[in-house]
């Protein structure tokens, strides 16, 4: 049988001048000839008539396009005895059990989907019963985090998490992989293992600019550092290194002194706050994502932020409200202008995550904090705990000289305006939004 082009046809049915012209010349009615006129308003209106083409195709003959089946589809049969076409090469999903940060109910177990744990692999078992372990000793975990801590390849370790733990979408643990029969909404304990997830600008350290995406800097960084040994500190967040290969970072994984400080608070929220703030109080949780994004920015920029001038915004109130917005500024004249921009910050993630949302319009940061006399105690009793939790010299890596610290700002702001955290939304992409 030859091949042989298709008939094209024109159809005129849906056309409004076509209809009205048949209407009128076709069955030869003088009365309707007579009063057939065209329409003499300007426009383009629905169904506008167009000339057709003179050709429909510049082919003379079909194109073969050699169609056939995938040599990978085959045809089985399902588990109700019917015959179902099935990809036998494509890669099996990975089910990882996600739940809203509001669900009523923290899942108990697996999906059901899953397949039996004793048909998977051998190899995807011991991890399972690896993981398995670690959760028993922490119950919650970032993914990046249990990584560090397994003997096994990224491939088992991602199939084997679907096993052990569910994940919210979104709030205070978000990202976080946790023990199936564990809520962490029930008992403020779990505050320790609260997240906080930053979008990073694609930029490496030392201050190179990369035109990408935060996720193709990620597949680049990996890419780089196929083959070779995992950095097992990547997820503990010192605050003199970063590592390019996540986002997310735990309470309990930070040890930097002035966030630790901060996050080590026994002033805690009577009840959870699932949406946003978790146990802590709206204050303490901005300042802490506040502290630690311009802690992040200084590092991609090549130099570490000041401790000083981070530790007066400990300061500001650890619970903002309406009534207390005044107590949420610092002192013009007393605070630089990076750190008036900073307090802006953190009174509008606190307005975000409060109930009665405050009204985010800055004023220019021109309030009083207050008692000023209170604000510099605390200020010093910050800055000593410092100096009893580390013997590192932080003021050595601020620059001496004013002139070059204020030719950094500039960077540092622009970092800043790049970087956002994450936690506030409700649903995103995961940090390897591929796996769910």
Same mark, same amino acid.
């Given at each position: ?14 056309? @409004? ?7 009128? +010349? ?6 309707? *000839? ?16 167009? *000339?057709? %083409? ?7 003959? %079909? ?7 995938? @040599? ?13 076409? =099935?990809?036998?090469?494509?890669? @099996?999903?990975?089910?990882?059990? +996600? ?8 899942? #108990?177990?697996? $999906? %059901? ?13 011991? !991890? ?10 922490? %119950? *919650?975990?970032?993914? =990046? ?21 569910? +994940? ?13 029969g564990v809520d962490p909404r029930t008992d403020a304990r779990y505050r320790h293992y609260q997240t906080l997830m930053f979008q990073m600008p694609a930029r490496l350290q030392h201050g ?17 550092? &196929?083959?070779?040994? =995992? ?11 970063? !590592? ?7 309470? /309990?994984? *930070? ?14 929220? $009577?009840? /959870? ?15 802490? &994502?506040?502290?630690?994004?311009? &802690? ?20 500001? $109130? ?17 605070? #630089? ?45 910050? +800055? ?28 540092? #702001? ?23």
């Amino acid at each position: 049988m030859e091949a042989a082009l298709s008939d094209f046809q024109y159809s005129t049915e849906s056309s @409004p001048f076509m209809n009205k012209f048949n209407e009128a +010349m076709v069955n030869f009615d003088y009365s309707k *000839i007579k009063s057939f006129k065209l329409d003499p308003s300007k426009g383009v209106k629905p169904l506008t008539d167009l *000339i057709p %083409p003179p050709s429909f195709t510049n082919h003379e003959i %079909p194109f073969n396009y050699s169609y056939q089946q995938n @040599p990978a589809v085959k045809a089985l049969l399902d588990s109700e005895g019917k015959a179902v076409l =099935r990809n036998i090469s494509a890669a @099996p999903k990975i089910l990882t059990f +996600m739940v809203r940060y509001d669900v009523k109910e923290a899942p #108990s177990t697996y $999906p %059901p989907d899953l397949p039996p744990l004793e048909s998977v692999d051998p190899a995807i078992q011991d !991890c399972v019963q690896q993981t398995v372990k670690l959760m028993e000793q922490r %119950p *919650i975990w970032t993914r =990046r985090a249990l990584a560090n801590n397994l003997k096994a390849t990224d491939t088992n370790i991602r199939f084997a998490f679907q096993y052990c733990g569910y +994940m919210f979408r979104s709030g205070p643990w978000r990202e976080a992989l946790v023990r199936y029969g564990v809520d962490p909404r029930t008992d403020a304990r779990y505050r320790h293992y609260q997240t906080l997830m930053f979008q990073m600008p694609a930029r490496l350290q030392h201050g190179q600019d990369q035109d990408k995406k935060w996720a193709e800097e990620r597949t680049r960084y990996r890419r780089a550092h &196929k083959g070779k040994p =995992r950095e097992r500190a990547s997820h503990i967040f010192d605050g003199h290194s970063v !590592c390019l290969d996540g986002k997310v970072w735990q309470v /309990c994984d *930070i040890t930097d002194p002035l966030l630790s400080h901060l996050l080590s608070t026994t002033s805690l929220r $009577p009840t /959870c706050d699932s949406r946003c703030d978790g146990w802590f109080h709206n204050g303490t949780w901005a300042k802490a &994502k506040t502290i630690m994004k311009a &802690k992040l920015s200084a590092l991609l920029a090549g130099r570490h932020a000041s401790t000083v001038d981070l530790a007066r915004l400990l300061t500001l $109130p650890d619970v903002i409200t309406e009534e207390n917005r005044a107590d949420a500024q610092l002192r013009r004249g007393v605070a #630089s202008s990076r750190e008036l921009g900073l307090a802006s910050e953190i009174r509008g993630k606190a307005g975000r995550g409060h109930t009665g949302r405050l009204d985010l319009r800055d004023d220019g940061g021109g309030g009083s904090l207050g008692a000023g006399k209170v604000a510099d105690e605390r200020v010093e009793e910050a +800055m000593a705990h410092l100096r009893t939790a580390t013997r590192e010299a932080e003021d050595e890596a601020v620059l001496d000289d004013d002139e070059e610290d204020d030719s950094e700002l500039g960077e540092l #702001s622009e970092l800043d305006d790049e970087m956002a955290d994450e936690d506030d939304d409700d649903e995103g992409e995961g940090e390897d939004g591929a796996d769910e």
